[in-house]
């Protein structure tokens, strides 16, 4: 499989940098998520993918060339806002043919190609509607349909799912994930919700103030986090000192060390014992925080455990599973 490959990019705003990318490879026909707090550059990185920014020096290398060298209608490139941005005059199927009606495609392969479109995304019945009179999540799937018709080799996607509600962006994200694969796109989406980064990405990158603080698959950033940020932004995470991490796990550490949630095991038989402090509902389980020796951490718990328990928790810890933080940044510094 060939790479995109993004070298040396920057982009400053006056004397403020947005983004300093010195490398970003990723596999081309795979889906990227890029994530990051607010401010942290995403959306300027897929402007500047899309060409609607200018990166003051950088290249994009796609199939031997550097796209950001050409103009934006040379880049092959479909895009998907947070806003669904479709024309409210327009019925769906205009919507999704307007780029095909550009390119002065024929009646019959447009017809074809939007009856093609629309099963995959479920508009079939809509397509004579007008925008307004659908759900957010069905005009999402519209400006889905029509940034692919046209085959784009990259699909930008930015905060795709945010307006939506939380069942919605779920059954978007399977559409997302289909379309990509069967379109064969390379698709970037942008986002701040880690669960959407770790369940639609083949591979995720973590931005943080301009730069990338590492690329990997999901697996790879939650397992093995390389940043204490990276740590807490990719999934949840307890950050516990070194002295109640050795007690916790028998090991001598000396240093603050992560444990996530799920690491710390409710067990009726358990070593140790934790106050409960707080204990909240969550449908299939229930989130608990509670103080070790005053140390404050949470876990999850099964319906049940608790109430043999009277306000404390008996648990056990998964110790192969830590994250010491020292011997991170004694990687980083390497
Ligand atoms: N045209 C501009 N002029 C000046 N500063 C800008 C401009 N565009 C973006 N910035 C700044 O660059 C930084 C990165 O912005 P960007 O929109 O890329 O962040 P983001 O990660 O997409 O954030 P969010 O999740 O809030 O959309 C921000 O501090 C922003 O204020």
């Not at 103009?71 to 895009?79: A, D, T, V, Y």
């Not at 951490?297 to 306000?311: A, I, P, V, Y």
Request: net charge negative.
């Amino acid at each position: 499989m060939s790479e995109i490959k993004i070298e040396n990019l920057k982009k400053t705003f006056g004397n403020f940098t947005a983004l300093d990318v010195p490398e970003l490879t990723f596999n081309e026909k795979s889906y990227l998520t890029i994530l990051g707090p607010s401010g942290s550059g995403k959306t300027t990185l897929l402007r500047i993918i899309a060409g609607l920014e200018t990166a003051d020096t950088g290249t994009m290398i796609v199939e031997g060339k550097d796209i950001l060298n050409s103009p934006p209608w040379k880049r092959s490139i479909g895009l998907v806002f947070q806003n669904y941005a479709l024309y409210p005059h327009l019925s769906v199927y205009q919507n999704i043919a307007t780029p095909l009606i550009q390119l002065k495609m024929n009646q019959g392969e447009i017809d074809r190609k939007i009856s093609e479109i629309s099963n995959i995304m479920g508009l079939d019945d809509k397509l004579s509607k007008l925008p307004r009179e659908l759900s957010g999540g069905q005009q999402q799937r519209v400006a889905l349909a029509r940034a692919v018709i046209k085959r784009p080799n990259i699909l930008l996607l930015d905060e795709p799912l945010s307006n939506l509600d939380a069942k919605v962006r779920v059954d978007l994200r399977d559409y997302l994930k289909r379309i990509q694969r069967e379109f064969e796109l390379t698709a970037i989406h942008v986002t701040h919700d880690q669960v959407e980064g770790m369940a639609l990405g083949d591979s995720m990158v973590i931005i943080h103030k301009g730069k990338i603080e590492q690329t990997g698959n999901p697996e790879e950033l939650y397992r093995h986090p390389k940043t204490r940020f990276v740590s807490g932004f990719v999934g949840e995470i307890n950050i516990i000192d070194g002295k109640t991490a050795t007690m916790l796990t028998g090991m001598n550490i000396d240093t603050d060390t992560g444990i996530r949630y799920e690491d710390i095991v409710p067990d009726l038989a358990g070593p140790f014992t934790g106050k409960v402090v707080e204990n909240q509902f969550m449908g299939s389980r229930r989130m608990i925080t509670f103080l070790y020796n005053d140390v404050r951490m949470r876990c999850f718990t099964e319906r049940d455990h608790l109430s043999k328990l009277q306000g404390e928790i008996k648990f056990r810890v998964a110790s192969e599973h830590l994250i010491i933080f020292k011997d991170l940044e004694e990687e980083e510094e390497n």
